[in-house]
């Protein structure tokens, strides 16, 4: 049996997923003994157009021509995974509503432009997708175990813990306490709680968790912000996601 | 040439050559974001949380750009541990992205290999200190600005958190290990043997609240310009082939980044033999900041372990602008973010976007791309096409471009 065919491909988005991959450093030699890398852009030169057993794609497609790429990568590929929120949510760029667009795309290069993107939608708008990889951007730790399960021919979990439960466990104060809004106790743990150690918020970039009690956190948020301010917070990683999960 | 976008370059884009005429166009097929549009109407204390995302090449300096946009708009006069502390995750960022564009984009042209990795058999020992480098600037990210890629522990007028003296003794005892590496990465660089290649071009670079120019072929003629006029001083251009705008420096096709801050600083060790005419010595460039940076890293961190380090965050002035120009020197050159907030702050998220403006490096870049990738056809005699669709693949390298900065 040959050796494990994997494509790596970005759709838009700020390559900073991919960034986390090249930081894998060591690891990523070892990864490349055990697997066949035949299509990585911004890795390198000699590419080909698969079949792959896995391919990843990080972005979200938001031209025409990445949509048609990635419902190609479908049929070429026996699993597809979603790297980073551009991908698995929509991400930053899903801020954006598509009603809003055109209004920016006038402002920003003038009447003549044509543009090139649609509306910035996670991966699984249009096709089936296998596994997410969650995160702006993926966590190390968390992309090594998803790969280690996928090269052993086992299906990957999601984490069954929340953001809140990683926060608890890294004693960081907590945010709701002091009226602050944050998502923690509804987004799916994984990321160590890496912002709210850090002093930021948690805007919710590994995505709502199953089961999750969004209507009741709303209802602690409403006790110190406003409707507008709650919807805000949420839109900042999930303003694409209700519709297509 | 075909359709293929170039490869081991930061985001999406390939070449048109006209034969006949000798034109080279740049297309660029990147996605818009529109940053300048979904920034309206989030609250300023988001705007350094979602501008780090236009580029996970360059979080950082999109970070620092707009923390001091919105410090300029709501007059925040920052202390001095948050200068040097900021200072510090700068030359982390430079290291980080020149590091990973050096060895994992653009050496493979030259060493004839395919990727990065492969480095790891054709010279383990550069590989080694390549992975060094990488490792101890995603350190200073991640110690200072809280994780390698996109910060965590920055805010408005300082820091959410600082880092211990521990945990920064610590970090200065690996950069002196590093420097070695810093050293070989660069004596791997000044080796090679750059195609030739010469353009008349202006390197453009911050100082102060400055924009310096000099012309290529002179760089002791130097032209001043105001950072506040930045829309003056770089006109974009919208080209339908391309979904980034052009820019010029008035009116002339200007190179930014690290070629362009040693011809503006002059502050590198004249035993390098510089060509500031041929834009493939940006590669030589980024091998000596590399080195640069690193030591300016070290000492900062001398500097915060001998001060009093003062964690206080610096609240809003009582009048205040309310908009406001942030620039930064980020790796491929000068980053301008600029910012208007409303003037009723809700009590508990404060200040809202009404408008913003960016204009990344790239965008600066991509002219003098075509400038130069023309010049190299009229220039390179005796090549067969491939060859010269390879030179001008590795041109294009050699600029270092961040498509996804570019278009934003």
Same mark, same amino acid.
């Given at each position: 049996?040959?050796?494990?065919?994997?494509?790596?491909?970005?759709?838009?988005?700020?390559?900073?997923?991919?960034?986390?991959?090249?930081?894998?450093?060591?690891?990523?030699?070892?990864?490349?003994?055990?697997?066949?890398?035949?299509?990585?852009?911004?890795?390198?030169?000699?590419?080909?157009?698969?079949?792959?057993?896995?391919?990843?794609?990080?972005?979200?497609?938001?031209?025409?021509?990445?949509?048609?790429?990635?419902?190609?990568?479908?049929?070429?590929?026996?699993?597809?995974?979603?790297?980073?929120?551009?991908?698995?949510?929509?991400?930053?760029?899903?801020?954006?509503?598509?009603?809003?667009?055109?209004?920016?795309?006038?402002?920003?290069?003038?009447e003549n432009y044509k543009p090139r993107g649609i509306d910035a939608l996670p991966l699984s708008a249009y096709v089936k997708i296998d596994f997410l990889i969650h995160g702006c951007p993926i966590d190390e730790n968390e992309l090594i175990r998803i790969i280690e399960d996928l090269l052993a021919g086992k299906k990957p979990k999601y984490r069954g813990y929340s953001v809140c439960f990683e926060c608890k466990q890294a004693n960081n104060p907590c945010l709701l306490l002091e009226g602050k809004p944050c998502l923690g106790p509804i987004i799916q743990g994984g990321c160590g709680a890496i912002c709210i150690k850090g002093g930021s918020s948690c805007?919710g970039c590994f995505g709502l968790r199953k089961g999750a009690e969004v209507k009741n956190l709303i209802k602690v948020l409403e006790k110190n912000l406003s409707k507008e301010e709650i919807e805000r917070h949420f839109s900042m990683f999930l303003n694409k996601v209700n519709k297509y999960e | 040439m075909n359709n293929e976008f170039i490869a081991k370059i930061e985001g999406h884009g390939n070449l048109t050559i006209d034969w006949k005429k000798n034109q080279v166009k740049l297309n660029i097929h990147e996605g818009e974001r529109l940053f300048e549009g979904l920034l309206v109407g989030r609250t300023a204390e988001e705007m350094h949380w979602i501008?780090?995302?236009?580029?996970?090449?360059?979080?950082?300096?999109?970070?620092?750009?707009?923390?001091?946009?919105?410090?300029? +708009?709501?007059?925040?006069?920052?202390?001095?541990?948050?200068?040097?502390?900021?200072?510090?995750?700068?030359?982390?960022?430079?290291?980080?992205? %020149?590091?990973?564009?050096?060895?994992? =984009?653009?050496?493979?042209?030259?060493?004839?290999?395919?990727?990065? &990795?492969?480095?790891?058999?054709?010279?383990?020992?550069?590989?080694?200190?390549?992975?060094?480098?990488?490792?101890?600037?995603?350190?200073?990210?991640?110690?200072?600005?809280?994780?390698?890629?996109?910060?965590?522990?920055?805010?408005?007028?300082?820091?959410?958190?600082?880092?211990?003296?521990?945990?920064?003794?610590?970090?200065?005892?690996?950069?002196?290990?590093?420097?070695?590496?810093?050293?070989?990465?660069?004596?791997?660089?000044?080796?090679?043997?750059?195609?030739?290649?010469?353009?008349? =071009?202006?390197?453009?670079?911050?100082?102060?609240?400055?924009?310096?120019?000099?012309?290529?072929?002179?760089?002791?003629?130097?032209?001043?310009?105001?950072?506040?006029?930045?829309?003056?001083?770089?006109?974009?251009?919208?080209?339908?082939?391309?979904? +980034?705008?052009?820019?010029?420096?008035?009116?002339?096709?200007?190179?930014?980044?690290?070629?362009?801050?040693?011809?503006?600083?002059?502050?590198?060790?004249?035993?390098?033999?510089?060509?500031?005419?041929?834009?493939?010595?940006?590669?030589?460039?980024?091998?000596?900041?590399?080195?640069?940076?690193?030591?300016? +890293?070290?000492?900062?961190?001398?500097?915060?372990?001998?001060?009093?380090?003062?964690?206080?965050?610096?609240?809003?002035?009582?009048?205040?602008?309310?908009?406001?120009?942030?620039?930064?020197?980020?790796?491929?050159?000068?980053?301008?973010?600029?910012?208007?907030?409303?003037?009723?702050?809700?009590?508990?998220?404060?200040?809202?976007?009404?408008?913003?403006?960016?204009? &990344?490096?790239?965008?600066?870049?991509? &002219?003098?791309?075509?400038?130069? +990738?023309?010049?190299?056809?009229?220039?390179?005699?005796?090549?067969?096409?491939?060859?010269?669709?390879?030179?001008?693949?590795?041109?294009?390298?050699?600029?270092?471009?961040?498509?996804?900065?570019?278009? %934003?």
């Open positions: 049996m040959g050796k494990i065919k994997i494509g790596i491909y970005d759709f838009t988005d700020c390559e900073g997923c991919q960034v986390k991959l090249v930081a894998l450093k060591e690891k990523l030699l070892v990864l490349e003994k055990r697997v066949d890398i035949i299509n990585w852009r911004l890795g390198q030169d000699n590419n080909s157009s698969g079949p792959f057993d896995i391919s990843i794609i990080e972005g979200t497609p938001i031209t025409k021509n990445e949509i048609d790429l990635l419902k190609e990568l479908r049929e070429k590929s026996k699993i597809l995974i979603g790297l980073g929120s551009c991908a698995t949510l929509g991400g930053i760029p899903g801020i954006m509503d598509k009603s809003e667009r055109e209004k920016w795309y006038k402002k920003i290069y003038g805007y | 501008t780090p995302r236009i580029c996970g090449v360059c979080p950082i300096a999109h970070n620092l750009a707009s923390l001091a946009a919105l410090e300029d +708009a709501l007059g925040i006069k920052i202390n001095n541990t948050t200068v040097l502390l900021r200072n510090l995750m700068q030359c982390g960022q430079m290291i980080q992205s %020149h590091v990973l564009h050096l060895f994992f =984009l653009s050496l493979p042209d030259y060493l004839g290999i395919d990727r990065g &990795t492969e480095l790891f058999k054709k010279n383990p020992k550069a590989f080694k200190s390549a992975l060094a480098l990488k490792e101890v600037s995603d350190e200073i990210a991640e110690i200072i600005a809280g994780r390698s890629v996109h910060p965590t522990r920055t805010r408005i007028g300082g820091f959410h958190k600082i880092p211990t003296k521990i945990s920064l003794k610590k970090l200065l005892d690996k950069l002196e290990e590093t420097e070695k590496d810093a050293k070989k990465a660069l004596e791997l660089v000044s080796k090679i043997n750059f195609p030739e290649l010469k353009v008349k =071009l202006q390197l453009a670079a911050q100082n102060d609240d400055k924009i310096i120019a000099v012309s290529s072929n002179n760089i002791e003629g130097r032209k001043e310009s105001l950072i506040r006029d930045y829309k003056e001083v770089i006109e974009e251009e919208v080209r339908d082939y391309s979904t +980034a705008k052009f820019g010029k420096y008035k009116g002339e096709e200007m190179l930014v980044g690290s070629l362009a801050r040693l011809a503006v600083y002059k502050n590198y060790d004249e035993k390098y033999k510089i060509d500031f005419e041929n834009p493939f010595y940006n590669n030589l460039a980024q091998a000596i900041e590399i080195l640069i940076y690193h030591q300016k +890293a070290q000492k900062i961190i001398k500097e915060l372990l001998d001060s009093e380090m003062d964690k206080k965050v610096i609240e809003p002035s009582k009048n205040v602008s309310l908009r406001g120009i942030g620039a930064t020197e980020a790796p491929r050159g000068g980053l301008y973010h600029e910012i208007v907030l409303n003037n009723n702050p809700s009590a508990s998220s404060g200040q809202v976007i009404t408008e913003a403006n960016i204009i &990344t490096p790239t965008v600066q870049n991509l &002219t003098s791309i075509e400038k130069s +990738a023309q010049n190299l056809l009229e220039q390179t005699k005796n090549h067969s096409k491939k060859e010269l669709e390879r030179l001008l693949v590795m041109l294009v390298r050699a600029y270092d471009p961040c498509i996804t900065c570019s278009v %934003h």
